[in-house]
């Protein structure tokens, strides 16, 4: 596949996932397509692997798009120059694939060596030919009981290693697939979705790990970044973004541009001393996809907003240091 080709499906993917979310919202708006949990369809006609070599040098690798902002720097930089200012113009639509799912489409496709993966709104995953469109498979997440979450019910995108596919769910899954099959591989929970816990983000795998945040900063949820054992979906560690001791913020009676906010500080102290475990419920989620500094094995994550959502003119008077915030 050349790198024009390549940069057309592309242009042509994103151009399907525009009309989805056009479509998205009004009389086009669809409800889950259930899942049944297991890929149907046939296997990639070739192996699937990706080294972390390959995932550190992604920013020069011209015939693959490995992470779902190109890089693990989250740059979307594509150092192709086959496309240019000079004949961009001469682009034209190279297939049409249309999905099960017609709802908000977010994704942002993988391709290996050929092999382009997407998602869709309520988790499915398909397998596609990058150069024709033909799909090989296609799997349906089995949703549970409960969902919830705010603003549609996205998916961001896989991510990629060795011979797997990770992908973040709506009911708070972090599923593991084989990349040649679609099958499941493991499953596990990570978070409770009837406390306001969902997945929409691209996770990202590094180091034989796969991290992932959280949505939910509009229903009282406490934010985290998780990382997970690549093999086997175990639980290595988790940051909680907003801290046990600290999360009341400042007792000052003024804002920062010397604005009296009226507080009744003795007031709130009392109450405080009463109820100190509100940081469990105060958001500060992590949806987009952390950078990630080799050198250092440092990750860097924006955090979401706080709960419950400030709005108006008390936005300036909410404590949100621990959330809006890097």
């Not at 994103?14 to 669809?30: K, L, T």
């Not at 086959?82 to 682009?91: E, G, H, P, R």
């Not at 382009?116 to 030919?129: E, G, K, P, Q």
Request: overall charge neutral.
């Amino acid at each position: 596949m050349t790198k024009m080709e390549f940069s057309a499906r592309r242009a042509v993917t994103g151009a399907i996932a525009a009309a989805c979310a056009v479509m998205a919202g009004g009389a086009w708006a669809q409800a889950e397509v259930s899942g049944q949990g297991a890929a149907t369809g046939a296997p990639v006609p070739k192996a699937v692997s990706v080294s972390q070599a390959q995932l550190d040098g992604a920013t020069k690798d011209g015939s693959n798009f490995l992470h779902s902002n190109m890089n693990y720097a989250q740059t979307r930089y594509y150092p192709a120059a086959q496309i240019n200012t000079t004949n961009v113009a001469k682009l034209r639509p190279a297939f049409q694939f249309q999905t099960e799912v017609i709802e908000s489409m977010e994704t942002a496709p993988i391709v290996v060596d050929g092999i382009m993966y997407i998602t869709t709104s309520y988790n499915h995953v398909y397998a596609l030919d990058a150069k024709t469109g033909q799909e090989y498979w296609h799997y349906k997440h089995k949703m549970g009981a409960v969902t919830t979450y705010c603003c549609g019910p996205n998916n961001r995108g896989v991510a990629v290693m060795g011979d797997r596919l990770y992908m973040g769910t709506l009911d708070a899954k972090l599923l593991a697939l084989d990349a040649k099959t679609g099958k499941v591989l493991w499953s596990t929970q990570v978070g409770d979705p009837e406390a306001g816990y969902s997945e929409t983000m691209a996770p990202v795998a590094v180091n034989g790990k796969v991290l992932i945040g959280t949505n939910g900063g509009e229903y009282g949820i406490r934010g985290f970044l998780k990382a997970f054992d690549a093999q086997t979906g175990k639980e290595l560690w988790s940051f909680a973004t907003i801290p046990e001791k600290g999360h009341e913020g400042v007792w000052a009676a003024k804002d920062a541009t010397g604005r009296d906010m009226h507080r009744d500080i003795a007031a709130e102290k009392a109450q405080f001393a009463k109820n100190a475990d509100f940081y469990k419920t105060l958001g500060g989620g992590v949806w987009m996809a952390p950078a990630i500094d080799k050198e250092s094995n440092t990750a860097f994550f924006v955090v979401g907003n706080p709960s419950p959502v400030p709005s108006g003119p008390a936005t300036t008077c909410t404590p949100t240091r621990w959330s809006r915030s890097t």
